[in-house]
């Protein structure tokens, strides 16, 4: 079993960055697939990024590449979401992932198996 507490989020203004965290208790969490998704107000949740357990492989969806980037720190546990040059569009509730193997191209949100509790960022145009 796997926990995971996401922190960071806030407001930002329009051009902004911030940096997303997520920790995960346990002891194996460098065996799984970490990801990223957003679910704005009425729309469904969507994927942002995905690393795998090494962090060599990294995806991600069209709307975070160039702008966004997953790292992790297996020593601390934590999953990172650098996000820059925010936008408007940017406004959700991120929610942080967690699956067993090494397919970081997973998109589907039913795929995943483990999930924090969502923190707010809000960008202001």
């Known amino acids: ?30 065996r799984y697939t970490m990801g990223w998704f957003r679910q704005a107000p009425g729309k469904e949740r969507r994927f942002v990024a995905s690393i795998s357990g090494t ?27 650098q996000m820059n040059s925010l936008k408007s569009e940017d406004t959700a509730v991120y929610y942080c992932g967690g699956k067993s193997g090494d397919d970081v191209v997973q998109t ?3 795929r995943w198996d483990y999930w924090g509790q969502g923190t707010q960022v809000t960008v202001s145009s």
């Open 55 to 81: 962090g060599g492989s990294t995806y991600y969806g069209e709307s975070a590449k160039g702008r966004f980037t997953i790292s992790r720190d297996n020593a601390k546990n934590t999953v990172y979401l």
């Open 108 to 110: 589907r949100e039913y």
């Open 1 to 30: 079993q796997v926990q995971l507490v996401e922190s960071g989020g806030g407001l930002v203004q329009a051009g902004g960055s911030l940096r997303l965290s997520c920790a995960a208790s346990g002891r194996t969490f460098s």
